[in-house]
């Protein structure tokens, strides 16, 4: 349910089934082999205008999506044996052994498929207002694309790269990492990257300082992300081995407004944007379902065990979880953009 949303604002329903089918399941090589059609159904907080398109009413907007394709018996064995890099021994834990393993629950990746459809939702209204959201496989298995640049960075650069489930600035660079994923697969192994996503168009002034900033929000959001393991913005970590000199985006007149001539900082000073492009890379680890077994402990016996992982898994979570990444990333400003000027 997402709550919250200006009334009146119309939905690209054939937007949003492009962008659920970029994250679902079973559509590329690089996932898993389970399919699910990701369909949501709209259950509250549209209603059709006079051209017949939904918009919607100021009401709490509830969707449902239904998991067709779920195997729970591949997950019997899990019970006792806690899969390595995943959340099983820690929520066996802290909700003393009530925690749903099977594929589903709250530390499941099928948490997203509702996340894609609010974020895209968001991105929508957040084009009406000039600003657009979009990302690309910044890195796979060590393979690298073409960074954005930080500071020209176009609106259209950003739709063309939403608009493919295999987002990539350079092409020469996707049957490289295709081949990395294949051999992790046929080693039933997996491997991980780096997502890189931005907004143009945001105006300075949007976030505030301390614990509610810009950084602050979006980051908790990304961090919701399963198998996200670092966020940065502009150079991040990087910036830590240039001079001052080198770092700071130094400011001149460009038209009736100011602008940087560099964007070391990825668009956001002190929690709050300074106008230029946001840039923030994620880095999303190697899916830790793999067919290798795995040294592991029985919960039931209290000894030494090994796990081998039954069902279907991807080998690569990086090219689905860009929709995500680009969905949260939508969420969280528009969040922000409407707190600032309100909802309306």
Request: one cysteine or more; glycine letters at 10%; proline letters at 7%.
């Given at each position: 349910m997402l709550d919250g949303l200006p009334a009146g604002e119309p939905l690209d329903?054939?937007?949003?089934?492009?962008?659920?089918?970029?994250?679902?399941?079973?559509r590329d090589q690089t996932s898993t082999k389970r399919v699910e059609s990701d369909t949501p159904r709209i259950l509250s907080g549209t209603l059709p205008g006079p051209d017949g398109v939904p918009h919607t009413t100021g009401a709490p907007l509830a969707i449902e999506i239904v998991n067709e394709n779920q195997r729970s018996g591949d997950y019997g064995n899990l019970t006792a044996l806690p899969r390595p890099s995943h959340a099983d021994y820690s929520g066996y834990i802290r909700y003393k052994g009530f925690n749903d393993i099977r594929g589903g629950g709250h530390f499941s990746g099928r948490l997203t498929a509702p996340l894609v459809f609010a974020g895209t939702v968001c991105r929508q209204i957040l084009r009406r207002r000039g600003i657009t959201v979009g990302g690309h496989i910044y890195r796979i298995a060590g393979v690298d694309d073409t960074p954005f640049h930080p500071v020209s960075l176009t609106p259209q650069q950003l739709e063309a790269l939403s608009a493919v489930p295999f987002?990539?600035?350079?092409?020469?660079?996707?049957?490289?990492?295709?081949?990395?994923?294949?051999?992790?697969?046929?080693?039933?192994?997996?491997?991980?990257?780096?997502?890189?996503?931005?907004?143009?168009g945001l105006?300075?002034?949007?976030?505030?300082?301390?614990?509610?900033?810009?950084?602050?929000?979006?980051?908790?959001?990304?961090?919701?992300?399963?198998?996200?393991?670092?966020?940065?913005?502009?150079?991040?970590?990087?910036?830590?081995?240039?001079?001052?000199?080198q770092a700071n985006d130094s400011m001149r007149v460009s038209g009736q407004g100011f602008t940087c001539a560099s964007n070391h900082n990825g668009g956001v000073l002190g929690g709050i944007t300074n106008g230029m492009p946001l840039i923030v890379r994620v880095a999303v680890k190697p899916t830790a379902s793999i067919g290798l077994?795995?040294?592991?402990?029985?919960?039931?016996?209290?000894?030494?065990?090994?796990?081998?992982?039954?069902?279907?898994?991807?080998?690569?979570?990086?090219?689905?979880?860009?929709?995500?990444?680009?969905?949260?990333?939508?969420?969280?400003?528009?969040?922000?953009?409407l707190e600032r000027d309100g909802y309306r």
């Open positions: 329903l054939e937007e949003i089934r492009t962008q659920m089918a970029r994250r679902a399941p079973g987002s990539l600035l350079n092409k020469k660079a996707e049957p490289f990492m295709r081949s990395a994923v294949e051999e992790a697969r046929l080693a039933a192994d997996s491997v991980g990257g780096l997502i890189e996503a931005a907004a143009v105006p300075a002034g949007i976030g505030s300082p301390m614990f509610d900033g810009v950084e602050n929000r979006l980051a908790s959001l990304l961090f919701a992300i399963p198998a996200v393991k670092g966020v940065e913005f502009g150079d991040g970590f990087a910036i830590a081995a240039l001079r001052g000199s077994p795995q040294p592991t402990v029985n919960l039931a016996t209290g000894e030494n065990d090994t796990l081998v992982i039954k069902g279907r898994h991807d080998p690569c979570i990086v090219p689905r979880a860009l929709p995500v990444v680009e969905a949260a990333l939508a969420f969280g400003l528009l969040d922000l953009l």
